[in-house]
Protein backbone atom coordinates (compact mmCIF):
# COMPACT_ATOMS: atom_id res chain seq x y z
CA UNK A 1 0.00 0.00 0.00
CA UNK A 2 1.54 3.57 -1.17
CA UNK A 3 2.11 5.96 1.45
CA UNK A 4 0.51 9.76 1.19
CA UNK A 5 3.66 11.72 0.27
CA UNK A 6 3.01 15.38 0.80
CA UNK A 7 3.48 17.09 -2.83
CA UNK A 8 6.46 19.27 -3.16
CA UNK A 9 4.27 21.85 -4.18
CA UNK A 10 1.42 22.67 -1.31
CA UNK A 11 0.12 25.68 -3.24
CA UNK A 12 -0.61 24.73 -6.68
CA UNK A 13 -4.12 25.07 -6.64
CA UNK A 14 -3.74 28.57 -5.87
CA UNK A 15 -1.49 28.55 -8.81
CA UNK A 16 -4.04 26.98 -10.98
CA UNK A 17 -6.52 29.83 -10.49
CA UNK A 18 -4.05 32.61 -10.71
CA UNK A 19 -2.54 31.08 -14.48
CA UNK A 20 -6.50 31.79 -15.87
CA UNK A 21 -6.86 35.14 -14.00
CA UNK A 22 -3.57 36.44 -15.79
CA UNK A 23 -4.01 35.06 -19.03
CA UNK A 24 -7.87 36.75 -18.86
CA UNK A 25 -5.96 40.14 -18.08
CA UNK A 26 -3.18 39.75 -20.40
CA UNK A 27 -5.88 39.29 -23.23
CA UNK A 28 -7.71 42.21 -21.91
CA UNK A 29 -4.43 44.88 -21.57
CA UNK A 30 -3.50 43.31 -24.97
CA UNK A 31 -6.54 44.60 -26.82
CA UNK A 32 -6.23 48.32 -29.30
CA UNK A 33 -5.63 51.20 -26.91
CA UNK A 34 -8.46 53.20 -26.63
CA UNK A 35 -11.59 50.36 -25.39
CA UNK A 36 -11.57 50.92 -21.54
CA UNK A 37 -12.33 54.14 -19.89
CA UNK A 38 -12.62 55.05 -16.55
CA UNK A 39 -14.29 58.19 -15.21
CA UNK A 40 -14.19 60.42 -12.39
CA UNK A 41 -16.31 63.64 -11.70
CA UNK A 42 -17.52 66.76 -9.60
CA UNK A 43 -19.89 68.55 -9.55
CA UNK A 44 -24.13 69.49 -8.70
CA UNK A 45 -26.53 67.30 -8.48
CA UNK A 46 -30.63 68.87 -8.36
CA UNK A 47 -33.87 67.32 -7.74
CA UNK A 48 -35.35 68.66 -11.00
CA UNK A 49 -39.26 67.81 -9.96
CA UNK A 50 -41.77 65.34 -8.49
CA UNK A 51 -43.37 65.16 -5.15
CA UNK A 52 -41.03 62.57 -3.80
CA UNK A 53 -37.95 64.71 -4.61
CA UNK A 54 -39.77 68.13 -2.86
CA UNK A 55 -38.35 68.56 0.08
CA UNK A 56 -34.52 68.07 -0.82
CA UNK A 57 -32.36 70.86 -2.01
CA UNK A 58 -29.31 71.41 -4.41
CA UNK A 59 -26.25 69.36 -3.45
CA UNK A 60 -22.49 68.11 -4.87
CA UNK A 61 -22.74 65.57 -6.98
CA UNK A 62 -19.75 62.73 -7.44
CA UNK A 63 -19.67 60.20 -10.36
CA UNK A 64 -17.53 57.60 -11.40
CA UNK A 65 -17.99 55.29 -14.17
CA UNK A 66 -16.49 52.80 -16.87
CA UNK A 67 -17.32 51.87 -20.71
CA UNK A 68 -16.31 49.73 -22.71
CA UNK A 69 -15.76 50.48 -26.55
CA UNK A 70 -17.69 47.77 -28.37
CA UNK A 71 -17.38 49.22 -31.66
CA UNK A 72 -16.28 53.16 -32.87
CA UNK A 73 -20.16 54.33 -32.13
CA UNK A 74 -21.07 52.47 -29.04
CA UNK A 75 -19.92 51.64 -25.44
CA UNK A 76 -21.75 49.56 -22.63
CA UNK A 77 -21.21 52.11 -19.54
CA UNK A 78 -21.97 51.56 -15.93
CA UNK A 79 -22.25 54.10 -13.43
CA UNK A 80 -22.58 55.63 -9.97
CA UNK A 81 -23.35 59.23 -8.95
CA UNK A 82 -23.62 60.05 -5.03
CA UNK A 83 -25.56 62.93 -3.90
CA UNK A 84 -25.58 64.59 -0.61
CA UNK A 85 -28.01 67.02 0.07
CA UNK A 86 -30.47 68.51 2.68
CA UNK A 87 -33.99 67.81 2.64
CA UNK A 88 -36.35 69.78 5.01
CA UNK A 89 -38.45 67.08 7.52
CA UNK A 90 -41.85 68.99 8.97
CA UNK A 91 -42.77 67.72 12.55
CA UNK A 92 -45.80 68.90 14.53
CA UNK A 93 -43.29 71.18 16.35
CA UNK A 94 -41.37 73.18 12.97
CA UNK A 95 -39.37 71.91 10.51
CA UNK A 96 -35.71 70.68 10.33
CA UNK A 97 -32.99 70.48 7.99
CA UNK A 98 -30.81 66.98 7.98
CA UNK A 99 -28.05 66.05 5.31
CA UNK A 100 -28.95 62.98 3.15
CA UNK A 101 -27.12 60.74 0.50
CA UNK A 102 -29.02 59.75 -2.45
CA UNK A 103 -26.79 56.94 -4.45
CA UNK A 104 -27.62 56.67 -8.64
CA UNK A 105 -26.48 53.42 -9.84
CA UNK A 106 -26.91 53.29 -13.66
CA UNK A 107 -26.34 50.28 -16.30
CA UNK A 108 -26.83 51.49 -20.31
CA UNK A 109 -25.34 52.54 -23.38
CA UNK A 110 -23.94 55.38 -24.88
CA UNK A 111 -23.52 56.35 -28.71
CA UNK A 112 -20.21 58.22 -29.20
CA UNK A 113 -19.62 60.18 -31.90
CA UNK A 114 -15.72 61.67 -32.37
CA UNK A 115 -14.77 64.63 -34.04
CA UNK A 116 -11.42 66.58 -35.15
CA UNK A 117 -8.94 63.34 -35.70
CA UNK A 118 -11.03 61.44 -32.67
CA UNK A 119 -9.47 64.49 -30.25
CA UNK A 120 -13.09 65.70 -29.47
CA UNK A 121 -16.03 63.09 -28.69
CA UNK A 122 -19.98 63.65 -28.12
CA UNK A 123 -22.00 61.45 -26.20
CA UNK A 124 -25.39 60.46 -25.59
CA UNK A 125 -26.79 57.35 -23.75
CA UNK A 126 -29.48 55.62 -21.96
CA UNK A 127 -29.88 53.27 -19.56
CA UNK A 128 -31.36 52.71 -15.94
CA UNK A 129 -30.83 53.69 -12.31
CA UNK A 130 -31.29 51.76 -9.39
CA UNK A 131 -31.70 54.60 -6.31
CA UNK A 132 -30.45 54.35 -2.70
CA UNK A 133 -30.65 56.53 -0.10
CA UNK A 134 -30.28 57.13 3.44
CA UNK A 135 -33.77 58.57 3.31
CA UNK A 136 -36.22 55.64 4.05
CA UNK A 137 -39.08 57.49 2.61
CA UNK A 138 -37.12 57.80 -0.80
CA UNK A 139 -36.65 54.05 -0.98
CA UNK A 140 -39.29 51.80 0.65
CA UNK A 141 -41.50 55.10 0.93
CA UNK A 142 -44.59 55.41 -1.21
CA UNK A 143 -44.42 51.79 -2.26
CA UNK A 144 -43.07 53.19 -5.17
CA UNK A 145 -39.74 51.19 -7.38
CA UNK A 146 -36.35 52.25 -6.58
CA UNK A 147 -35.41 51.76 -10.53
CA UNK A 148 -35.64 55.06 -12.75
CA UNK A 149 -34.90 55.81 -16.21
CA UNK A 150 -32.23 57.93 -17.34
CA UNK A 151 -30.76 59.60 -20.54
CA UNK A 152 -27.18 61.53 -20.35
CA UNK A 153 -25.17 63.13 -22.18
CA UNK A 154 -22.06 65.47 -22.88
CA UNK A 155 -18.64 65.29 -24.99
CA UNK A 156 -14.63 65.22 -23.75
CA UNK A 157 -11.24 66.26 -25.18
CA UNK A 158 -8.16 64.90 -24.76
CA UNK A 159 -5.50 66.63 -23.24
CA UNK A 160 -2.42 64.65 -24.36
CA UNK A 161 -1.14 63.98 -27.56
CA UNK A 162 -1.46 59.55 -27.03
CA UNK A 163 -5.72 60.14 -26.50
CA UNK A 164 -5.04 58.90 -22.99
CA UNK A 165 -6.70 61.79 -20.71
CA UNK A 166 -9.80 63.09 -21.87
CA UNK A 167 -11.85 65.83 -20.03
CA UNK A 168 -15.08 67.16 -19.98
CA UNK A 169 -19.24 67.94 -18.74
CA UNK A 170 -21.45 65.12 -18.55
CA UNK A 171 -25.07 65.91 -17.87
CA UNK A 172 -27.41 63.18 -16.31
CA UNK A 173 -31.30 63.12 -16.13
CA UNK A 174 -33.63 60.56 -14.05
CA UNK A 175 -36.92 60.05 -13.65
CA UNK A 176 -39.47 57.14 -12.52
CA UNK A 177 -42.44 56.54 -14.68
CA UNK A 178 -44.88 56.08 -11.82
CA UNK A 179 -46.33 57.74 -9.65
CA UNK A 180 -45.90 60.15 -7.52
CA UNK A 181 -42.52 61.08 -9.63
CA UNK A 182 -39.03 61.35 -8.83
CA UNK A 183 -36.34 63.08 -11.11
CA UNK A 184 -32.64 63.88 -10.29
CA UNK A 185 -30.40 65.68 -12.62
CA UNK A 186 -26.82 66.34 -11.89
CA UNK A 187 -24.31 67.94 -13.81
CA UNK A 188 -20.18 67.15 -13.54
CA UNK A 189 -16.92 68.04 -14.32
CA UNK A 190 -15.21 64.55 -15.77
CA UNK A 191 -11.40 63.54 -15.95
CA UNK A 192 -11.31 60.33 -17.74
CA UNK A 193 -8.60 57.63 -18.14
CA UNK A 194 -8.71 55.54 -21.50
CA UNK A 195 -6.50 52.59 -21.87
Given at each position: ???N?P?????????????????????????????????????G?F???????G????????????????????????????????????????????????????L??????????N?????????????????????????????L?Q??????????????????P??R???????????????????????
Amino acid sequence: MAANVPSPFPDMRKFRLLLPALTCSLAVFGQDAGRNTVTVGAGGGFPSGGYRTGAWSDSAAFSAGYEYRLFKYLAPEVGIVNLIPNMTNYTKFGSFTSRERVTLISLGARGIVPLMDNRIELFAGAGAVHVGSSDFNLTAGYHSPTWLLQVSGGGRMAIDHRHRFWIGPTVRFSRDAGRPTEEWVSLAADIALRF
